[in-house]
């Protein structure tokens, strides 16, 4: 089946940790995104990437990052840098360059700082 | 800069009835795309539709109808005939063509409610 994987579904992460979400798709998309949403937030964008090894920051960056070796993968760290981690975490994809913009989602991953 | 903004925090309806979801936007582009999203309790997001700015033409998908005004920026959907299954949170989103950054941004979404 085409899409994409998120993993795990929930992550727990003490206080002062790095984690790193996982992102896998498998749509032959060069475009990836991670999106944070919080209650009454909406989705924000951390970071997005429309191609391998090339990739920029969103609207909040900050205490995140990223990597884009292979065109299918794109990894997200939550570094120790980051005040409130504690979020409901979206990876997307597209195939970019104006082709279809319109994004496909993963399940998402909930991650809660203990 | 572009923005959207849904100021629709929560509605609630009673089954059978329909209802409309408003989306107004801000671009300085002139080639721009927008999306409605659906999230259901699960928490993946649905692609429901894309609209360019090219086209104005209202779309009608079953239940479903959306309004894109240019004139008044907005892009408006509306479920007829609403049924419980329609609960979820609804987002509209928007990408600009001219910065060629692929970037989508979201609104902060209306959750929906349909009573039986």
Known sequence: ?114 | AQKVTQAQTEISVVEKEDVTLDCVYETRDTTYYLFWYKQPPSGELVFLIRRNSFDEQNEISGRYSWNFQKSTSSFNFTITASQVVDSAVYFCALSEEGNRDDKIIFGKGTRLHILP
């Open chain 1, 1 to 114: 089946d085409g899409g994409i994987t998120q993993s795990p579904k929930y992550l727990f992460r003490k206080e002062g940790q790095n984690v790193t979400l996982s992102c896998e798709q498998n749509l032959n998309h060069d475009a990836m995104y991670w999106y944070r949403q919080d209650p009454g937030q909406g989705l924000r964008l951390i970071y997005y990437s429309q191609i391998v090894n090339d990739f920029q920051k969103g609207d909040i960056a900050e205490g995140y990052s990223v990597s884009r070796e292979k065109k299918e993968s794109f990894p997200l760290t939550v570094t120790s840098a980051q005040k409130n981690p504690t979020a409901f975490y979206l990876c997307a994809s597209s195939l970019g360059g104006g082709l279809s913009p319109e994004a496909f989602f993963g399940q998402g991953t909930r991650l809660t700082v203990v």
